[in-house]
């Protein structure tokens, strides 16, 4: 079974600096998919980024970036110009590749709660 | 993105009573919805994986006779709570998938409060 390990449960950061959350996952499988999700206090879970495992090149969304090791199984998520609306939850999360039913479940990390400091 | 809907926000019920909650595929067919449980500052738990027109998969250790799931149409899943009490109060979370996606879109959840 898959697992992801998100070992920062709580970050600071000063309002347009720059945050490095981190994520590590355990997997045999050659192929699948990462995602950062955002959970503000709203709890509306929110797709921050998302990673195909057969991509080399990281991907990046306006001030979202990340760096993904596949050969270190690390999924790191870079957060440039920090603003207040980024503070939150983050779930790093790990999805396989294969179709159908629980081929599609999420296995979450447990979070890393995110306070922007202005 | 696509848009999942859940019904009700907050639910308030008496010990003993059940509670429905309804998931929906608002702009999409979903071949597949998933339920989740989350606890305050904890990360989402998955509670069962639910196909439209089958039986829903459980999560080991979920009772599936508490927790009665049906995908009855491919726009919406249900999820009764029967026989609730306070130690079910949480917050549940929705998503939804379909073959062609490779993301789930989650709904904004219920709060469910057993007194």
């Known amino acids: 079974a898959q697992t992801v390990t998100q070992s920062q449960p709580e970050m600071s950061v000063q309002e347009a600096e720059t945050v490095t959350l981190s994520c590590t996952y355990d997997t045999s499988e050659s192929d699948y998919y990462l995602f950062w999700y955002k959970q503000p206090p709203s709890r509306q879970m929110i797709l921050v980024i998302r990673?195909?495992?057969?991509?080399?090149q990281n991907a990046t969304e306006n001030r979202f970036s990340v760096n993904f090791q596949k050969a270190a199984k690390s999924f790191s998520l870079k957060i440039s110009d920090s603003q207040l609306g980024d503070a939150a939850m983050y779930f790093c999360?790990?999805?396989?590749?294969?179709?159908?039913?629980?081929?599609?479940?999420?296995?979450f990390g447990k979070g890393t709660l995110l306070t922007v400091n202005p | 993105g696509a848009v999942v809907s859940q019904h009700p926000s907050r639910v308030i019920c008496k010990s003993g009573t059940s509670v429905k909650i309804e998931c929906r595929s608002l702009d999409f067919q979903a071949t597949t919805m998933f339920w989740y449980r989350q606890f305050p500052k904890q990360s989402l738990m998955l509670m069962a994986t639910s196909n439209e027109g089958s039986k829903a998969t459980y999560e080991q250790g979920v009772e599936k006779d508490k927790f009665l799931i049906n995908h009855a149409s491919l726009t919406l899943s249900t999820l009764t709570v029967t026989s609730a009490h306070p130690e079910d109060s949480s917050f549940y979370i929705c998503s939804a998938t379909r073959d062609s996606y490779n993301e789930q879109f989650f709904g904004p959840g219920t709060r469910l409060t057993v007194l």
């Open positions: 990673q195909e495992a057969y991509k080399q």
């Open positions: 999360a790990y999805r396989s590749t294969g179709s159908g039913g629980s081929n599609y479940k999420l296995t």
